[in-house]
């Protein structure tokens, strides 16, 4: 069982509905936090969709924070900041043999229309000006340190990959460079 304390936030740049869920209180004064900034994902978070991996991260965030201490950022950015229904949209492009940015762009849309400043304006009103970052995508730690957050490290999440997600994978390190190794597929009895 995860125990922790949800955090809202009000006067968001963005004016958005965004929770940060703190987890196993540092106990050390002045311990950088492990921060996990987390895209909704409504298929993958709340449906279990083998399509993407944003479930298993999700899992695998909760875990590490809840043992290190730290922040999730659940962000309210469905879709790379599309929104749910153009994402399923972009799903039915991508059955026609569409990668998930080449859809989106067919939608007359961006590759990743997602924005981490309001990220970095939740970490500032929780007090939080340096962090350890839970994630695979440069963009985020990019934009973060943008923004004034002192990024100390940027610690990589497992590899979710199986036959169901793998092309989607594949996008993300092509596209956004992700860091994400691909040499190996979970056993399907193991997938998400």
């Known amino acids: 069982m995860v125990v922790g304390r949800m955090h809202s936030f009000d006067g968001l740049s963005d004016e958005g509905e965004h929770f940060a869920l703190e987890l196993a209180p540092r106990t050390l004064s002045g311990a950088v936090p492990l921060v996990r900034v987390h895209s909704e994902c409504v298929t993958g978070d709340v449906l279990g969709s083998l399509r993407c991996d944003c479930g298993a991260q999700m899992r695998e965030a909760l875990q590490r924070i809840h043992d290190d201490g730290g922040f999730i950022l659940y962000l309210r950015q469905e879709g790379r900041g599309i929104g749910l229904y153009r994402k399923l949209d972009a799903y039915r492009l991508q059955e026609q043999g569409l990668d998930t940015f080449s859809a989106n762009r067919a939608l007359g849309r961006g590759d990743d229309e997602r924005r981490f400043n309001v990220a970095a304006e939740m970490l500032s009103a929780l007090g939080v000006p340096r962090i350890r970052l839970l994630s695979n995508n440069p963009a985020k730690k990019l934009q973060l340190i943008d923004c004034g957050i002192a990024v100390d490290t940027m610690e990589l999440t497992g590899v979710h990959v199986s ?3 793998r092309s989607y994978l594949e996008a993300k ?16 009895k193991q997938v998400p």
Do not use: M
């Not at 390190?173 to 399907?188: C, G, K, N, W």
């Open 163 to 165: 036959r169901h997600n």
């Open 173 to 188: 390190v092509l596209h956004t460079q992700h860091q994400i190794a691909l040499d190996s597929e979970l056993p399907e």
